[in-house]
């Protein structure tokens, strides 16, 4: 409903300016991927798989393509869409995502405004970015949060607008609750701003959102010398609505949302920095901390709890509904409160590789996640990919319960 | 150091009368070699580099690069496909890149290497009589050439170089050569200025050869075309407004 409404918004533009004056370009890419998934059978999760069914090879077509046009300098509109087929062990499906559609207003030299579907980012860090308040994670939704996934991510419907000065720019951003549009989440509204100080980044970001309480974000990055860049993120809020597992009446557990009255602090800090070498030879280290990840007694409730539901559920299907639940509060890479990621990455090997290798480390239960990836481009608009992701740890550590134990994908990336 | 080779790269080169050699002052001759690459405060290029290595393919980039006063530019990407849409940002020492499927313009290095043997601050900027302290340390016949030897020693550790030996053309202040050194005094790379020809109603430099002095077999050619003084909005020059760039 959205989509169309807005096309036709865009069209009658369109037409209304004169076709002859609309500048088009385009790009994308095809990419074709298979995915391995060696199975963790013994996940408290997922029990020999029984919960999930989870499917140990898949593969997929997906088409992304961008789309940004204007008449002029005045009026424009972006869109991006992602669609493709995928094919697993047990069924076939096509898929598509309208990522962002937007209107492009520029109402003078230095206001401009967006009116639609934007996928809008924030914050400096590279493995998490806890100043993200739109698009990124919530208390009560913490998904994976990496660079990979915010560019693979749905915009939220709304109106931005951004105000230049000479080396200050402000913006406000308001996204409405719209059910009928498939926006379920409450009206949100987010204010930033972004100065150059002393070669220092800085983002201020103030954020609210209907019946929860207001956030604050403070951003910065600066480089230090030729090589060596370092940043930091840090949020706060009162009060979380984020789930935990309690012990109700006659032993059982339930998960019970917090009580966002509270007038605890529940920051999110990251610090991180990055040294380049000269043959681009780029190493990244990152500390992330999470207030409202579950502690050491949260996370021994969360452990006994999917054990409890783990021991029932082949005879009484109820607790397959309750391992569905503990598995929707399963948030990788988000889940504890301390965690250390280094990346290091070697491009132009050659001339032809790339090469790169992440890890995250669970400073709370000692567990890790290993991915490697080796990227061929010998080849002017064509690339091929190998990469594999392992998960190590013991069965009652987040990595170590994980769903899988590793997965290997090999694919095949077109440029057009 | 860098950034002194891109400026000498970036603007091409004025052909300006000179003055007698004795009168003038080191500080005078970069000041006016820097003004023989600059056709005004505010400009645009194009810029195809070409890496060479033996046995390979070359490898050919192309970008589009704005300018604005002394310590501002815009490189953005053009070609190949997979790069289309980048767009790096310099002002001052401060260096972001923006990749369209990341979404946040995130900060890089001067010293990277941007392809073959161009680094970031080669393409972006350069500017040597902002960012070196210059000595006069002979004159001397360079490609057969009478040119003024100077040695440029940088003024902050933030530059992309730390000593340049810098040759200039004494009758035209057209740089002809300069040698980049590391701070421990290695020399990384030599800078040939080449393709000289009337632009914008100067003498202009088209083409510049680098060669690596680790691997002297490897070399880049960056030719610069399409040259247009133009104005730019400051805002153009503002990592926030970096994803608005087309």
């Known amino acids: 409903m959205f989509t169309r409404i807005l096309l036709v918004l865009v069209f009658s533009v369109s037409f209304s300016t004169g076709c002859s004056a609309l500048q088009l370009e385009y790009g994308g890419k095809f990419d074709c991927q298979s995915n391995y998934y060696g199975i963790n059978q013994g996940s408290y999760l997922n029990p020999h798989n029984h919960i999930l069914e989870l499917p140990s090879l898949d593969s997929r077509i997906q088409m992304k393509l961008d789309l940004d046009s204007g008449w002029g300098e005045k009026l424009g509109f972006y869109l991006k869409d992602r669609m493709g087929w995928v094919v697993d062990n047990h069924e076939s499906s096509l898929e598509n995502s309208l990522d962002e559609l937007y209107l492009k207003l520029n109402l003078s030299e230095s206001l401009f405004l967006r009116l639609g579907k934007e996928n809008i980012t924030e914050g400096v860090g590279y493995a998490w970015n806890p100043t993200d308040f739109l698009t990124g994670l919530d208390g009560d939704n913490q998904g994976e949060d990496t660079r990979e996934g915010r560019e693979n991510r749905e915009g939220v419907i709304c109106l931005k607008g951004e105000y230049f000065l000479s080396d200050l720019t402000l913006t406000a951003v308001v996204a409405p609750k719209m059910e009928q549009w498939g926006q379920e989440a409450d009206t949100r509204a987010l204010i930033k701003i972004y100065a150059l100080m002393e070669n220092f980044d800085i983002s201020l970001t103030a954020y609210a959102e209907e019946k929860k309480r207001a956030k604050l974000g403070l951003n910065f990055s600066r480089a230090m010398g030729e090589n060596l860049e370092v940043h930091s993120e840090v949020s706060l809020q009162e009060g979380t609505c984020r789930y935990y597992v309690g012990r109700i009446d006659g032993g059982y557990y339930e998960f019970i949302q917090k009580n966002r009255e509270s007038e605890q602090l529940y920051p999110r800090v990251l610090v991180g920095g990055q040294y380049t070498f000269s043959d681009n030879t780029n190493f990244i280290l990152e500390y992330y901390h999470n207030q409202e990840g579950y502690n050491s007694s949260e996370w021994t409730d969360y452990l006994e709890y999917l054990k409890f539901c783990g021991e029932r559920y082949e005879n009484d299907s109820l607790y397959v509904t309750y391992l569905l639940i503990g598995n929707t509060y399963f948030t990788l890479t988000n889940l504890r409160q301390n965690y250390l990621f280094l990346r290091f990455s070697k491009p132009d090997i050659r001339d032809l590789f790339e090469v790169s290798w992440n890890n995250i480390y669970n400073l709370d239960d000692a567990s890790l996640l290993i991915n490697a990836k080796i990227d061929y481009q010998g080849m002017q608009d064509c690339s091929v990919y190998l990469s594999g992701n392992f998960f190590l740890g013991n069965a009652s550590s987040e990595f170590g319960m994980f769903h899988q134990n590793y997965t290997f994908s090999a694919g095949v990336e077109y440029f057009f | 150091m860098k950034r002194t080779l891109l400026l000498v790269l970036i603007m091409g080169v004025f052909g300006f009368g000179a003055s007698s050699a004795g009168a003038i002052n080191p500080e005078e001759i970069i000041k006016e070699a820097d003004k ?199 805002r153009i020059f503002q990592k926030s407004y970096l994803k608005h760039v087309k």
Request: net charge positive.
């Open chain 2, 36 to 234: 023989t690459r600059s056709p005004g405060d505010s400009f645009s290029f194009d810029l195809r580099i070409t890496s060479i290595k033996p046995d390979r393919q070359d490898q050919i980039s192309k970008f589009r690069v704005l300018v604005k006063g002394r310590d501002k530019s815009l490189v953005k990407f053009t070609y190949p496909k997979r790069d289309k849409g980048k767009v790096m940002l310099m002002v001052g020492n401060n260096l972001w890149i923006y990749i369209p499927t990341s979404r946040n313009p995130i900060r890089i290095s001067q010293q990277q290497r941007l392809m073959g043997q161009v680094s970031n601050a080669d393409v972006a900027r350069s500017n040597f009589a902002e960012d070196y302290v210059p000595s006069l340390l002979r004159e001397e016949e360079m490609e057969e050439k009478p040119c003024y030897m100077l040695e440029l020693t940088a003024k902050s550790q933030e530059v992309a170089y730390h000593r340049i030996i810098y040759w200039v053309e004494q009758d035209s202040f057209n740089p002809v050569k300069s040698e980049f050194y590391t701070i421990s005094g290695k020399l990384l790379k030599t800078a040939y200025y080449q393709g000289y020809e009337e632009i914008l109603g100067r003498e202009r430099v088209t083409r510049l050869v680098i060669v690596d002095n680790l691997r002297k077999e490897q070399s880049s050619i960056m030719e610069y075309g399409n040259m247009k003084v133009e104005e730019f909005a400051d």
